[in-house]
């Protein structure tokens, strides 16, 4: 079966910190999707990951892959209030159709003051 | 541009009634897709459509559930005699012309059953 893990599912960090969101996965795949949800509201793609090594910056938030180990990280730097939200990472697989994305569970990320 | 529309964005139904969830893929998009997200979890595929064509409905459930996206208008996700395990978040995403571009999402529609 085709498992996408994310962890932790959730993180409550204060302002000002670092840290990084795990995912796992069990297939091979060309790419990787990482997405920003906010309650109630749609998924906004953040980053594409398209080759083993990939790095991808926007802001505070930096995404890398590592496909030898079918792995890959969003990395906080210096959290803010804003980006609190829920992060999901997505494995677009190799076999069965490159466009049944495969969800994580999701990270619910909640930045303190 | 606008984005991936949905409506209703809050659907409630009794047990036994009908859904109909529609979604109006960005300007210029063909590729439609269905996902369902129960509380909690991630999104699972569900249906995967281009115009008038059904290509990949591996992720739906066998009964009640079926999906179309016509010549035009939008697609529709239509689910028959809902039961309380329907309750979730449905959402439809687009894509430009090939099925390995990204897939921009809607806001969904929240389908509550009674």
């Known amino acids: 079966e085709l498992k996408v893990e994310q962890n932790p599912l959730f993180l409550s960090m204060q302002e000002g910190k670092n840290y990084t969101i795990y995912c796992n996965y069990s297939?091979?795949?060309?790419?990787l999707y990482w997405y920003r949800q906010d309650p109630g509201k749609s998924l906004e793609s953040l980053f594409v990951l398209l080759s083993n090594g990939a790095v991808k910056q926007e802001g505070r938030l930096m995404a890398s892959l590592d496909t030898k180990a079918r792995l890959s990280t969003l990395h906080i730097t210096a959290a803010v209030h804003d980006l609190s939200a829920t992060y999901f990472c997505?494995?677009?697989?190799?076999?069965?159709?490159?466009?049944?994305?495969?969800f994580g569970t999701g990270t619910r990320l909640k930045v303190l003051a | 541009n606008a984005g991936v529309m949905q409506n209703p964005r809050h659907l409630v139904r009794r047990r036994g009634q009908e859904a109909r969830l529609r979604c109006s893929p960005m300007k210029g998009h063909s590729h439609v897709y269905w996902y369902r997200q129960l509380p909690e979890e991630g999104l699972k595929f569900m249906v995967y459509l281009q115009k008038e064509n059904i290509i990949d409905e591996s992720g739906m459930p066998k009964e009640r559930f079926s999906a179309e996206f016509p010549k035009e208008g939008p697609s529709i996700l239509r689910i028959q005699q809902v039961v309380r395990g329907d309750s979730a978040a449905y959402f439809c995403a687009s894509s430009p012309q090939t099925d390995t571009d990204t897939q921009y999402f809607g806001p969904g529609t929240r389908l509550t059953v009674l």
């Open positions: 297939t091979t795949s060309d790419r």
């Open positions: 997505a494995v677009a697989p190799s076999i069965s159709g490159t466009y049944k994305y495969i």
